[in-house]
């Protein structure tokens, strides 16, 4: 920056700088990044490394330098510091893409494959169980699992949400003034303090509470992940609740008061009528979050073969830790071409990888859940939020 | 509803007021449901601490450091996990917070405006994917392709201790752990530095462009100090999630116990929380105990980490 001074100093600058003000065209961008693109094309060409993968990194490395250097020289080193920030910045981003693209593209191309491609029939993976499917069957499904997942998320959205409901409200209108005041701000802490605990502690409690008061030290039931989850549901719901609830304008409650309305009959008809928008939207987002959770279920439920559909008696399956299981059992052995279900005599081709194909089958399968939850949150939150501006 | 008739009786209840029998119950039910549910919050994390107390007393009580035999030491059992665990979310936190400043600028001073909402969704997306997703994902796709990486990082720095050792293939070590556990924690601290860059004061940031600086230089001057504090409070929440995830640990690295700083070598680190998951199925009694006491410390850790986060917060925030 050129600074002006009272004194006259002994070199004056120029009157025109040309370097310090002239930017030059974005597309002088294109041409230090081909340049560099060239470039590490070439030197990994020689070094023998050559792949899409190393020349778009070494290529963007280059052009940081090339870019930079190129700036520095026609527009001063202010700008370059700048060009190379922006470059610096766009990278960041770049590179967080890159993670979430090669993930899901590994999920659509090796799950969604296994998933129309199961045998005998289309999407018979979503139909069948593992029972009997034994080494490297190039079959199962996991209707036990996916069964095993709605149940216990079911059952932990029948817990969390009426807490986390009535919790929100009673920060939100009743917790005003003398101890309930007091009581609020202790709930909030609890609340956040909530929100951090790691997963498997989660899982630790549901495990420690329900071993405690039974006999069988190896007992695993559906209930006690659902528990667990709900541990975790809780404090998202009353976050997002609270913070709908308190959307609410004031002089609506006011105006039911006014009419003689009671407390409760305004919060019912008044209140949560008008936030149903957002506190669905909220609650659907938290189921969402806690369909994935797979370390406390690992702790409490256990895993069977079969579609379980009792919660208080016996383990269960769910897909996060369908998944699990069968990333740990990795490449099956494949001594014959065939493997017999003991089961129903079925005879079912053998493949090598068939357990990480369930995996990446089941997490899409997953992920397809998720999806839908979280368009459908969005879905309700577009159409149903317009009404409070009406 | 029939609201006329009503307003004389309402203006004349007081509290203890039984006019209107019905309708007092039914305010009554509901604020006992409200206030119960806010009482049940502070009974179940008291539940939470002390299951957790109580049930990993056995082990404490069995231990060398209690009872003077020798069977085995809480102290050698629980160290090398907390230093697996604390190594492994530091260097998340190392990898993660550069890119997701980057990014957070990028969304909320570098993007096009219209763009800039959908790029913060496409973020939040990976936030959305299962924490398992993300091992099979690692596990099977990512390990394979660090592979030339490490190699590289071990043959030409292996003077630096970080990268010394010997890494043999699969790398299932703790680098490739820390990596996955990056992008999980990418997404939180995006959207936290974000949010507080964007209420960076506009008029400062007009000020700082319209004497002349950059726009690399307005956010060095004014954006960056001004959201310092945010950026610290969302990486100690990536702190916190990082050192409780357990799947992407899990499911990557295989396992050790010591207390070896070469992050490139296998079997060298193990987590608290990936070793009690793949414990637990096996666990009774004082393992079980033991397994419970290294969840509480795991438990008191994340907590101090995220009430520093809060303070932060809390300090920092009413400034805007």
């Not at chain 1, 053998?350 to 368009?375: H, K, P, Q």
Request: proline share 5%; charged share 10%; with cysteine.
């Amino acid at each position: 920056m050129s600074t002006p001074t009272d004194t006259p100093v002994k070199n004056p600058p120029a009157l025109h700088r040309p370097r310090d003000e002239r930017r030059l065209p974005w597309y002088h961008l294109v041409f230090t990044g081909l340049a560099g693109l060239l470039v590490a094309v070439a030197v990994l060409a020689v070094a023998g490394a050559l792949s899409i993968a190393s020349a778009i990194l070494l290529g963007f490395v280059l052009h940081l330098l090339f870019g930079w250097a190129y700036s520095l020289v026609r527009e001063g080193p202010r700008w370059a510091t700048d060009r190379l920030m922006t470059l610096l910045v766009i990278g960041a981003f770049a590179i967080a893409m890159f993670p979430l693209v090669s993930l899901l593209w590994s999920v659509i191309a090796r799950g969604m494959t296994r998933v129309l491609a199961a045998k005998p029939t289309t999407l018979a993976f979503w139909t069948t169980d593992m029972s009997g499917i034994i080494g490297g069957a190039d079959a199962g499904g996991v209707a036990h699992a996916i069964v095993g997942t709605l149940l216990i998320t079911l059952w932990a959205s029948l817990i969390s949400i009426p807490v986390g409901l009535f919790t929100a409200i009673f920060l939100v209108e009743y917790a005003d003034q003398g101890w309930k005041r007091t009581l609020g701000k202790g709930v909030t802490f609890l609340v956040d303090v909530m929100t951090g605990i790691p997963s498997i502690v989660a899982g630790l409690f549901g495990l420690a509470l329900f071993i405690a008061f039974m006999p069988d030290q190896s007992v695993r039931m559906g209930i006690m992940g659902a528990v667990a989850l709900s541990l975790l549901m809780i404090p998202t719901v009353v976050r997002n609740s609270e913070e709908m609830l308190r959307l609410v304008p004031t002089d609506l409650r006011e105006a039911a008061y006014a009419l003689g309305v009671p407390k409760w009959l305004t919060i019912v008809k008044v209140v949560l009528r008008t936030a149903i928008a957002g506190l669905t939207t909220g609650i659907t987002l938290a189921i969402a979050r806690v369909i994935g959770e797979t370390a406390p279920l690992l702790l409490t439920v256990g895993m069977v073969t079969s579609v379980n559909w009792n919660m208080f008696d016996g383990r269960m399956a769910t897909l996060p830790t369908f998944i699990n299981q069968q990333y740990r059992n990795g490449n099956a052995n494949c001594m014959s071409d065939t493997v017999t279900n003991p089961v129903n005599q079925e005879v079912y081709a053998c493949s090598i990888s068939t357990n990480i194909d369930r995996a990446w089958a089941a997490a899409f399968t997953l992920i397809v859940i998720v999806m839908v939850l979280n368009i459908i949150a969005r879905l309700i939150s577009h159409y149903f939020s317009p009404k409070l501006s009406r | 509803m029939s609201t006329a008739d009503t307003t004389p009786e309402k203006t004349r209840s007081s509290p203890g007021s039984m006019s209107s029998g019905g309708r007092r119950m039914g305010d009554s039910v509901f604020s006992v449901l409200s206030i119960g549910s806010g009482l049940l919050i502070f009974v179940t994390l008291a539940a939470v601490a002390i299951f957790l107390t109580t049930e990993s007393i056995p082990a404490v009580v069995a231990s060398q450091e209690f009872s003077g035999t020798a069977e085995f030491s809480l102290i050698e059992y629980a160290a090398p996990l907390v230093f697996g665990t604390v190594l492994a979310a530091a260097i998340a936190l190392i990898i993660a917070i550069p890119i997701s400043v980057g990014i957070a600028l990028f969304i909320s001073h570098f993007a096009p405006r219209r763009l800039a909402a959908g790029l913060g969704y496409m973020i939040d997306l990976l936030a959305a994917v299962p924490s398992v997703v993300y091992g099979l994902w690692g596990g099977v796709w990512l390990v394979p392709k660090l592979e030339p990486l490490y190699v590289f990082l071990n043959t030409y720095f292996g003077w630096i201790p970080l990268f010394g050792g010997e890494p043999t293939a699969p790398m299932r070590n703790l680098a490739s752990a820390s990596v996955v556990l990056a992008v999980m924690v990418l997404p939180i601290i995006t959207a936290v530095s974000r949010e507080v860059f964007l209420q960076t004061p506009r008029l400062q940031e007009e000020a700082a462009l319209a004497l002349g600086a950059t726009r690399w230089e307005t956010i060095r001057t004014v954006v960056l100090p001004f959201g310092r504090g945010g950026v610290v409070a969302a990486s100690m929440l990536g702190l916190g999630r990082a050192l409780g995830e357990t799947m992407a640990v899990l499911m990557i690295l295989a396992p050790g116990a010591t207390f070896s700083l070469h992050i490139l070598e296998v079997g060298r680190h193990n987590s608290i929380a990936a070793n009690i998951a793949s414990k637990s199925a096996e666990a009774s009694g004082v393992d079980m105990s033991l397994l419970i006491f290294t969840g509480l410390v795991l438990f008191v850790l994340t907590f101090v980490i995220n009430a520093i986060a809060r303070w932060i917060v809390a300090r920092s925030g009413p400034k805007s």
